[in-house]
């Protein structure tokens, strides 16, 4: 098992929430966060001046069987990128073990697939 995590622009969540449902993602948690990028300029939009270097954005945290691993990793490339700086950066780590509070079990048939 793994856990995916992404961070990705605000603007882009909603396409990237459809994206993972109908790829059969069907489950996962977001909030919004606030980072500081690389980019330390201001920029001016609709007449007002901001920073770049404050950002909002969304972090998405996926826990997914290894063989949906690479499909959600393409899922967030495509539908994530925008070409700018400050489209996100997606995490990949090992999850060890799971279990469902709810029965008791443990192990990956904690995660359903979807039927």
Known sequence: MKKIEAIIRKTKFEDVKEALLQSDINWFE???VHGIGQSREERIYRGVQYA???IERVALTIVCRDQFVEPTIKVLLEVAHTGEIGDGRIFVSD????????????GDTVLRDKK
């Open 30 to 32: 977001y909030h919004s």
């Open 52 to 54: 770049t270097d404050v």
């Open 95 to 106: 999850v060890i073990d799971t279990w469902s509070i709810r029965t008791g079990e443990n």
